[in-house]
Protein backbone atom coordinates (compact mmCIF):
# COMPACT_ATOMS: atom_id res chain seq x y z
CA UNK A 1 0.00 0.00 0.00
CA UNK A 2 0.75 3.13 -0.63
CA UNK A 3 2.57 4.99 2.30
CA UNK A 4 0.96 8.08 2.21
CA UNK A 5 -2.80 6.04 2.39
CA UNK A 6 -1.10 3.82 5.39
CA UNK A 7 -0.09 6.93 7.04
CA UNK A 8 -3.22 8.60 6.71
CA UNK A 9 -5.74 5.37 8.07
CA UNK A 10 -2.70 5.20 11.12
CA UNK A 11 -3.36 8.68 11.91
CA UNK A 12 -7.18 8.26 11.98
CA UNK A 13 -6.22 5.09 14.37
CA UNK A 14 -4.66 6.91 16.44
CA UNK A 15 -6.45 9.90 16.81
CA UNK A 16 -10.29 8.76 16.71
CA UNK A 17 -9.42 4.23 16.55
CA UNK A 18 -7.83 4.13 19.94
CA UNK A 19 -10.52 6.88 22.06
CA UNK A 20 -13.07 4.32 20.91
CA UNK A 21 -11.31 1.00 21.91
CA UNK A 22 -10.56 2.72 24.87
CA UNK A 23 -13.82 3.37 25.85
CA UNK A 24 -14.99 -0.04 25.17
CA UNK A 25 -11.79 -1.58 27.26
CA UNK A 26 -10.46 1.19 30.02
CA UNK A 27 -6.85 0.10 28.78
CA UNK A 28 -4.30 3.39 30.04
CA UNK A 29 -2.66 3.35 26.69
CA UNK A 30 -5.21 3.53 24.14
CA UNK A 31 -5.61 6.75 25.69
CA UNK A 32 -2.69 8.28 25.47
CA UNK A 33 -1.81 10.90 22.41
CA UNK A 34 0.19 9.02 20.53
CA UNK A 35 0.48 11.59 18.01
CA UNK A 36 0.74 14.68 20.36
CA UNK A 37 2.96 13.85 22.86
CA UNK A 38 6.65 14.56 21.46
CA UNK A 39 7.90 11.61 23.83
CA UNK A 40 5.12 8.91 21.99
CA UNK A 41 5.29 10.42 18.03
CA UNK A 42 8.08 9.20 17.35
CA UNK A 43 7.74 5.36 18.23
CA UNK A 44 4.28 5.91 16.64
CA UNK A 45 5.72 6.63 13.62
CA UNK A 46 7.93 3.48 13.84
CA UNK A 47 5.38 1.35 14.44
CA UNK A 48 3.57 2.46 11.36
CA UNK A 49 6.99 1.95 9.24
CA UNK A 50 7.45 -0.97 10.82
CA UNK A 51 3.98 -2.51 10.28
CA UNK A 52 4.07 -1.42 6.98
CA UNK A 53 7.09 -3.26 5.84
CA UNK A 54 6.99 -6.16 7.72
CA UNK A 55 5.25 -8.46 5.64
CA UNK A 56 7.93 -7.91 2.84
CA UNK A 57 10.48 -8.48 5.10
CA UNK A 58 8.63 -11.81 5.90
CA UNK A 59 8.44 -13.04 3.08
CA UNK A 60 11.91 -12.58 1.76
CA UNK A 61 12.86 -14.87 4.93
CA UNK A 62 10.49 -17.55 3.79
CA UNK A 63 12.14 -17.45 0.52
CA UNK A 64 15.42 -17.70 2.00
CA UNK A 65 14.54 -20.76 4.58
CA UNK A 66 13.08 -21.94 1.55
CA UNK A 67 16.43 -21.98 -0.69
CA UNK A 68 18.55 -23.45 2.58
CA UNK A 69 19.53 -27.41 1.63
CA UNK A 70 17.85 -30.00 3.16
CA UNK A 71 20.65 -32.15 2.37
CA UNK A 72 22.98 -29.89 4.11
CA UNK A 73 20.38 -29.76 7.10
CA UNK A 74 20.67 -33.82 6.80
CA UNK A 75 23.80 -33.98 7.15
CA UNK A 76 23.91 -31.80 10.13
CA UNK A 77 21.80 -33.82 11.65
CA UNK A 78 23.69 -37.03 11.08
CA UNK A 79 26.54 -35.41 12.19
CA UNK A 80 24.90 -34.97 15.19
CA UNK A 81 24.05 -31.30 15.76
CA UNK A 82 20.99 -30.11 17.98
CA UNK A 83 18.45 -28.48 16.37
CA UNK A 84 20.10 -25.38 18.16
CA UNK A 85 23.06 -25.70 16.18
CA UNK A 86 21.85 -26.70 13.17
CA UNK A 87 19.76 -23.07 13.18
CA UNK A 88 22.78 -21.02 14.29
CA UNK A 89 26.06 -23.09 12.42
CA UNK A 90 23.25 -23.84 9.35
CA UNK A 91 19.89 -22.04 8.49
CA UNK A 92 21.31 -18.98 9.73
CA UNK A 93 24.89 -18.60 8.03
CA UNK A 94 22.56 -19.50 5.04
CA UNK A 95 20.30 -16.87 5.48
CA UNK A 96 22.70 -14.40 4.81
CA UNK A 97 21.23 -13.02 1.39
CA UNK A 98 17.94 -12.49 2.73
CA UNK A 99 19.62 -10.78 5.88
CA UNK A 100 21.57 -8.75 3.87
CA UNK A 101 18.95 -7.81 1.70
CA UNK A 102 16.61 -6.80 4.47
CA UNK A 103 18.91 -4.87 6.44
CA UNK A 104 20.28 -2.77 3.49
CA UNK A 105 16.43 -2.20 2.33
CA UNK A 106 14.88 -1.18 5.82
CA UNK A 107 18.21 0.55 6.58
CA UNK A 108 17.48 3.33 3.23
CA UNK A 109 14.08 2.93 4.10
CA UNK A 110 14.57 4.48 7.76
CA UNK A 111 16.81 7.41 6.25
CA UNK A 112 14.84 8.11 3.77
CA UNK A 113 11.58 8.55 5.36
CA UNK A 114 9.12 11.37 4.16
CA UNK A 115 5.75 10.20 3.50
CA UNK A 116 4.78 8.35 7.15
CA UNK A 117 5.82 11.21 8.56
CA UNK A 118 4.07 14.20 6.67
CA UNK A 119 0.87 12.12 6.75
CA UNK A 120 1.13 11.38 10.44
CA UNK A 121 2.82 14.44 12.30
CA UNK A 122 4.52 16.60 9.62
CA UNK A 123 7.46 17.01 11.60
CA UNK A 124 5.37 18.11 15.14
CA UNK A 125 5.11 17.73 17.65
CA UNK A 126 7.83 20.00 18.74
CA UNK A 127 10.19 18.49 15.54
CA UNK A 128 10.39 15.13 17.64
CA UNK A 129 9.65 13.27 14.16
CA UNK A 130 11.52 15.82 11.67
CA UNK A 131 13.50 14.22 9.47
CA UNK A 132 16.18 15.29 6.77
CA UNK A 133 13.77 14.22 3.60
CA UNK A 134 11.36 16.60 4.93
CA UNK A 135 13.89 19.49 5.54
CA UNK A 136 14.85 19.15 2.05
CA UNK A 137 11.13 19.81 1.08
CA UNK A 138 9.80 22.54 3.30
CA UNK A 139 13.21 24.36 2.30
CA UNK A 140 12.59 23.37 -1.57
CA UNK A 141 8.77 23.49 -1.68
CA UNK A 142 7.17 25.51 1.35
CA UNK A 143 10.29 28.17 1.31
CA UNK A 144 10.30 28.41 -2.80
CA UNK A 145 13.92 27.90 -1.83
CA UNK A 146 14.76 25.06 -4.56
CA UNK A 147 18.61 25.97 -4.97
CA UNK A 148 19.14 25.17 -1.07
CA UNK A 149 17.16 22.59 -1.54
CA UNK A 150 18.51 20.73 -5.09
CA UNK A 151 22.13 21.15 -3.08
CA UNK A 152 20.72 19.49 0.95
CA UNK A 153 19.42 16.70 -1.34
CA UNK A 154 22.38 16.28 -3.41
CA UNK A 155 24.92 16.11 -0.15
CA UNK A 156 21.68 13.74 1.03
CA UNK A 157 22.39 11.36 -1.67
CA UNK A 158 26.32 11.66 -1.65
CA UNK A 159 25.61 10.32 2.13
CA UNK A 160 23.24 7.59 1.63
CA UNK A 161 25.84 6.29 -0.81
CA UNK A 162 28.22 5.99 1.45
CA UNK A 163 26.36 4.73 3.98
CA UNK A 164 24.92 2.22 2.08
CA UNK A 165 27.98 1.17 0.44
CA UNK A 166 29.65 0.50 3.74
CA UNK A 167 26.75 -1.54 4.95
CA UNK A 168 26.61 -4.08 2.26
CA UNK A 169 30.43 -4.08 1.70
CA UNK A 170 30.23 -5.36 5.48
CA UNK A 171 26.90 -7.52 5.31
CA UNK A 172 28.50 -9.12 1.76
CA UNK A 173 31.56 -9.81 4.39
CA UNK A 174 29.27 -12.24 6.18
CA UNK A 175 27.86 -13.96 4.14
CA UNK A 176 28.41 -17.97 3.30
CA UNK A 177 28.66 -19.85 0.04
CA UNK A 178 27.79 -22.64 -0.83
Known sequence: MSMTIVGFIWKFIFSQGFAV?????QLGFLNWSWLGSSGLAFWAVTFVGIWQSLG??????????QAVPTDVLEAATVDGATSWK????????????SITTCVFMSLTNAVKVFDIILA??????????????????REAFQNNNYGLGAAK?????????????????????REVDL
Open 120 to 137: LTKGGPGGSTYSVTLDIY
Open 56 to 65: FYIVLYIAGL
Open 153 to 173: SLVFFVVILAVTQLVLKFMKS
Open 86 to 97: RFFKVTLPLLGP
Open 21 to 25: LFEKT
